[in-house]
T-cell receptor
Framework: DSGVTQTPKHLITATGQRVTLRCSPR?????VYWYQQSLDQGLQFLIQ???????AKGNILERFSAQQFPDLHSELNLSSLELGDSALYFC????????????FGPGTRLTVL | QKEVEQDPGPLSVPEGAIVSLNCTYS??????FMWYRQYSRKGPELLMY????GNKEDGRFTAQVDKSSKYISLFIRDSQPSDSATYLC????????????FGKGTKLTVNP
């Protein structure tokens, strides 16, 4: 158990809908990262927050947004969902803003029908 | 050409075999190299990381980096059924953002 929690575990929704994925980092970790994992693309970095501020951006679509709250938990919002958004979404955390060891949560499996 | 290439396998070996997993990359600015292990239905976990070139050993695992060839390897000695998982290489540049670039992963099965 990495200490990172993600909810929900599974999410099934329809095209065009909006969903919110939630992540609680390990106690004391200030950085939160979001990743998308699909069979064809592998694990893709989406975005990083450090202590409430956006730190780095990867291949995140404009339909997706994230934020980190004062208690350091983070939410990833996915809107106008498409079939191709079906994937595993992982959250990871690390103590600082530049760390090689990121602790991954168990993931949220999103299915868009 | 993708930044990081990794043969997806699957790779199936008998218990006790030496396993070699590899990644190639195209970005010469990569300085930190990592191997993550991902069990089925779980998040990845860091196995090892190395900085720049050279070898690093940790128990049955050895990580090698050859920057001149842009090639990294993970060797597993005396492989066990519990090593059955998907192994992902990851790398990043020094400084700047924390963005890790991952390979697609190699699925390994160690048969008892």
């Amino acid at each position: 158990d990495s200490g990172v929690t993600q909810t929900p575990k599974h999410l099934i929704t329809a095209t065009g809908q909006r969903v919110t994925l939630r992540c609680s980092p390990r106690s004391g970790d200030l950085s939160v990262y979001w990743y998308q994992q699909s069979l064809d693309q592998g694990l893709q970095f989406l975005i990083q927050y450090y202590n409430g501020e956006e730190r780095a951006k990867g291949n995140i679509l404009e339909r997706f947004s994230a934020q980190q709250f004062p208690d350091l938990h983070s939410e990833l919002n996915l809107s106008s969902l498409e079939l191709g958004d079906s994937a595993l979404y992982f959250c990871a955390s690390s103590p600082g803003d530049v760390n090689n060891e990121q602790f991954f949560g168990p993931g949220t499996r999103l299915t868009v029908l | 050409q993708k930044e990081v290439e990794q043969d997806p396998g699957p790779l199936s070996v008998p218990e006790g075999a030496i396993v070699s997993l590899n990644c190639t990359y195209s970005n010469s600015a990569f300085q930190y190299f990592m191997w993550y292990r991902q069990y089925s239905r779980k998040g990845p976990e860091l196995l090892m990381y190395t900085y720049s070139s050279g070898n690093k050993e940790d128990g049955r695992f050895t990580a090698q980096v050859d920057k001149s060839s842009k090639y990294i390897s993970l060797f597993i000695r005396d492989s066990q059924p519990s090593d059955s998982a998907t192994y992902l290489c990851a790398m990043r540049v020094q400084g700047g953002s924390e963005k890790l670039v991952f390979g697609k992963g190699t699925k390994l099965t160690v048969n008892p």
